[in-house]
């Protein structure tokens, strides 16, 4: 494969020129607008930013000091976790249910399956709106229908698990279309061996289902931990300000553009992205020792 | 044999059950979201007695007044140019790099595809305070062009647009070859009408997160004239936030267009989603 310069052909070369002339936008713009960006990002973390933006100064670890030492991130990167608690293994299991069910071409799995997505084509400020009314302790559909008084995102202790449940319903569509099109590459001659073999609905869901849907399975969990892990909408929009159970909401993302966007802080900003990143690389190592421990490929 | 028979319809109405349930929860946000939107403010807050359906017949004209008094004519207008020049963007640069990684032999390959799948790697978030300088100095802050500028380019529709040139025969091209076409001329006649499904994939997803996408919009385009649906939301939430009809009305009248393109060309959104497996 790898031929001297001198001694490419003319065809080869042909080839080069023709392959450098497609490629050269994406890499440009994969360089300007995200690799000198990630750097500058990392550079940005050890400065501080002067008023209105301007002039940056050196300051080395200050801001990783201040922002390792200071309980709101750690606070927050606890409730980013707390977040992904929720949406990720509700999120995964209720799709996989209802995809299995799906999958069994019962009358009317289009309009089920058209339902359950519909949540994905929306943006996630309209969602967060309409759960955020729904929610609302006073007025709201929750709390009227069922005749109860609970301050479903002002209430600290309650907020986070709220605001999951939103999560979850954003998400389940998703999955579930993933774990369909992983459900539908399964050979039907295992079911009809293990059939023959007098195993049954849940016998073969735990034996066969589960096993071969693995590699879909360990997919869906990894992206939708990233994913959680660096929500922000839902929180922007559920989240006032002046709610008392911020504190115990936020996500670093939130935090992050609290910082950056809000107050103007861009070295601080840029800081806590540096740790979200380190955070979500380790998580990511992490996956992938567990993905070699429990998925199944065939 | 009878019992049996008994066993699976049972099983059957339990599906159904479980299903008929989950819809009934997946969509009553919908229903709570219309049904605010056309009540009076007063039947709104109203808890005593609460209200589910508006008493004062069905105000529609809510709709007509929110679209005029939040200008949603420049909302939607910003939505769909950031989304038109993102997806045609994010096709053209990925059919063109994705088929040379997937077709060509050149020297560097290796490392400039690993410069594509480092990007996806890495959490979008570092990216964006440079991004955001950039396009301030650029002069681009409440301009359609800011919202586009991170498109531009897509490691994640280059990766997508390669899988699909490697899947297709080498024959054809081959046969093209022989022929006397040129690289260029196989790309554009042969290879990439082939990639439509792929293509038409990286369009859909591109344009959903376009559509979904808040943080950016938020901070590029800080002039309610100048921003998007989504970001346009979070505005009025910030101003309006308990004028519920208003609110509901305006997230009806946001979601509303890609929910009718979502339920036209519902089987590329599904597949299209299926395949490409993008994180959204």
Not at chain 1, 254 to 273: D, Q, R, S
Not at chain 1, 282 to 294: H, P, S
Not at chain 2, 251 to 277: C, D, H, N, R, W
Request: hydrophobic fraction near 55%; aromatic fraction near 14%; glycine fraction near 6%.
């Amino acid at each position: 494969m790898k031929e001297p310069k001198a001694k490419m052909s003319a065809a080869a070369k042909n080839e080069a020129v023709w392959a450098w002339a497609f490629i050269a936008p994406t890499i440009l713009g994969l360089i300007i607008l995200n690799f000198y960006p990630a750097v500058n990002t990392v550079y940005q973390s050890f400065c501080k930013t002067g008023d209105f933006g301007r002039g940056n100064t050196f300051v080395g670890l200050a801001n990783y000091s201040a922002a390792l030492s200071a309980g709101e991130t750690w606070h927050s990167l606890w409730n980013t976790i707390k977040y992904a608690i929720i949406e990720v293994p509700f999120g995964v299991v209720i799709a996989l249910i209802l995809a299995v069910f799906l999958n069994k071409k019962l009358k009317g799995t289009s309009a089920f399956r058209t339902i359950f997505f519909l949540p994905m084509v929306c943006a996630p400020a309209a969602v967060a709106m309409v759960w955020k009314w729904l929610y609302n302790q006073q007025f709201g559909l929750l709390n009227n229908i069922f005749h109860t008084n609970i301050a479903w995102i002002s209430d600290p202790k309650l907020a986070w698990i709220s605001i999951g449940v939103i999560g979850v319903w954003s998400v389940i569509g998703y999955n579930m279309v993933l774990f369909i099109s992983g459900l539908q590459e399964i050979p039907g001659d295992y079911y009809e061996a293990a059939a023959i073999d007098g195993a049954t609905g849940i016998r073969q869901f735990l034996h066969i289902t589960v096993p071969l849907l693995s590699p879909t399975t360990f997919f869906i969990v990894q992206t939708r931990l990233i994913g959680a892990l660096t929500v922000f909408d839902l929180m922007f929009m559920v989240m006032d300000k002046t709610n008392v159970a911020l504190q115990n909401t936020q996500s670093i993302v939130y935090l992050f553009y609290t910082y950056a966007f809000t107050n103007g802080n861009k070295g601080y900003g840029a800081t806590l992205v540096v740790i979200l990143v380190a955070f979500i690389m380790i998580v990511t190592v992490i996956m992938q020792r567990a993905e070699k421990k429990f998925v199944f490929y065939n | 044999m009878e019992s049996a028979r008994a066993q699976a319809r049972l099983n059957k109405f339990l599906m159904y059950l479980v299903l008929v349930i989950m819809a009934f929860i997946m969509l009553v946000p919908f229903a709570w979201m219309i049904l605010t939107a056309v009540k009076t403010n007063q039947e709104s807050i109203s808890v005593n007695p609460f209200y589910i359906f508006p008493q004062s017949g069905w105000h529609w004209e809510n709709f007509a007044e929110v679209w005029k008094s939040y200008n949603f004519v420049i909302l939607y207008k910003n939505t769909l140019l950031m989304i038109f020049f993102r997806v045609a963007c994010a096709c053209l640069t990925a059919t063109m790099a994705g088929y040379a990684f997937g077709r060509l032999n050149f020297p560097g390959k290796k490392l400039m595809f690993s410069l594509v799948l480092i990007q996806m790697m890495i959490p979008s978030q570092i990216f964006i305070i440079p991004q955001y300088l950039m396009v301030s100095k650029l002069g681009l802050l409440n301009k359609v062009s800011g919202l586009v500028f991170p498109g531009i380019v897509t490691a994640f529709g280059t990766y997508l647009l390669k899988t699909g040139y490697q899947g297709l025969p080498k024959d054809l091209e081959e046969a093209a070859a022989i022929d006397g076409c040129n690289i260029g001329q196989r790309f554009l006649r042969i290879m990439m009408p082939l990639t439509r499904s792929s293509m038409v994939s990286l369009g859909i997803f591109t344009a959903l997160f376009a559509f979904k996408d808040l943080m950016w919009p938020m901070i590029v385009c800080t002039k309610a004239e100048t921003t998007t649906l989504s970001a346009g939301l979070a505005k009025m939430q910030g101003q309006y936030g308990s004028d519920y009809p208003t609110m509901m009305a305006s997230a009806v009248l946001a979601i509303i267009p890609m929910i009718v393109i979502y339920v036209i060309f519902q089987k590329q959104f599904v597949e299209g989603i299926a395949t490409s497996g993008g994180k959204l």
